[in-house]
């Protein structure tokens, strides 16, 4: 048994991870906190009503340190850098679901968050917390760096190709797809109900922060340089992603559907979390909704070189709250499916 506190209780991510860990037999959650909320967890999220008695208050890192193994950061993109280091330097072990360690340039990173990075020390030793490539990495890791949503959708989406098959790629477009929690709680005249109903736009196009996040691990992962064409969109719904990405191949008549779906079932063969589709199958919102998993289609039109990968995932679930906790599980030993399959 281990003991968590989450910073940031009051959004979308930091509810959604003190809901799973309420589920998880291995995990007590000791400690929450918000800057801009106060009262019991019933107050900030009803549903949770008789299964805590935790109360809220303003962040304090002695407190957080004296009751918690593992500390939650679902904070907003440039704060958890100023809190990482004080509960790192008392030898807790820190899940930031923010951006602030996901990229490892600090001079990116002020480019695309507009701030410069005050933790250039952890940061440069932060592990990127994909499980599905960053295992090994995360298990001793003292601070993670949860991925983006739309990351996540999209390198599960491309690693496979990306890692095996660099040579025969020319061009790589993601046409992404996000409901409105991606934007967060914060009130904004672009994600109210009278702008999203019934409505559907792109947004941030070619400005997109999540941008350099996907270049790099794809980089990294084709041991070359990797960019994307990345363009999101806003769905008139509550949760989920999903990414149409379009790769250009060199062309090549002996590269078959058959031989993309041997890949991808290879790579992923054990994965509790990435379900490759049959072929002829596209994911849907409606499957991964509520879920860890991402699921994933494959269609190569060999006449046209062009490979379309579509994945799934919901970006509260996989795409931040679950994939942290999926990352607690592999640092504390738990089984990885723990708390996030019922």
Known sequence: MITAGIVGISGYSGGKTLELLLRHDQVRVTYVSANNSKGTVADLWPHLRGKTDLVCDTFDADKAAELCDVVFLAVPHTVAMALAPRLLAKSKRVIDLSADY????????????????????????????????????????SLIANPGCYPTAALLALAPLVATQTERIQSIIIDAKSGVSGAGKKPSPSVMFTQVNENFMAYKVMTHQHTPEIDQYLTRLAGQKIGVTFVPHLLPVHQGILETIYVSLKPDGNFSTDQINDIYIKFYKKEPFVRVLPPGTQPELKNVRETNYCDIGLVLDQKKNMLVITSAIDNLIKGASGQAVQNMNIMFNFPETKGLIS
Do not use: F, M, Q
């Open 102 to 141: 996901r990229i490892d340039d600090e001079s990116l990173y002020a480019k695309w968050y507009g701030k410069a990075h005050i933790d250039e020390g952890n940061l440069k030793k932060a592990v990127y917390g994909l499980p599905e490539l960053c295992r090994e990495k995360i298990k001793d890791a």
